[in-house]
């Protein structure tokens, strides 16, 4: 038996490009569209580029007010450190209240200070 191989064949081109007029003018219709084509590819591009560009301007201007409230807020957490510092040596340092009372005073002052949350305050990083 012979053996049978599955051959494809192409078929004939049409009449209408065995001219020379005829196969520039399919040449042309090719160039044109593949003209086409890249424009469009490139205004594409184009338009891409100017997304990207005003993604990453927000992303940046994001990224600079948060480390400015980042800054704040750890400059909040220092002044905070320091008044309470300052509540509680200024309590300690006044001879005539006794010992017991003048620390249940600095910690009412601390508490009113912020609002009752000194301590979930230092635990935030």
């Known amino acids: 038996q012979p053996k049978t191989t599955s051959t494809t064949t192409i078929p004939p081109r ?7 007029p005829n196969l520039l003018h399919l040449l042309q219709t090719e160039y044109d569209a593949l003209i086409l084509e890249l424009f469009d590819t490139r205004q ?21 007010v948060i480390a400015r409230l980042a800054m704040e807020r750890d400059e909040a957490r220092q002044q905070l450190v320091l ?15 006794p010992a017991t009372k003048k620390q249940k005073t600095s910690t009412t002052t601390e508490e009113s200070a912020t609002g009752g949350e000194s301590d979930d305050l230092m635990k935030i990083p």
């Not at 049409?14 to 020379?20: A, F, K, L, Q």
Request: proline share 5%; hydrophobic share 25%.
């Open 14 to 20: 049409p009449n209408t490009v065995s001219t020379m």
């Open 44 to 64: 594409a591009l184009e338009q891409t580029r100017k997304e990207l560009s005003q993604s990453l301007y927000q992303n940046d201007a994001a990224v600079r």
């Open 83 to 97: 008044q309470q510092q300052t509540v509680v040596s200024g309590t300690t340092d006044d001879p005539n209240q």
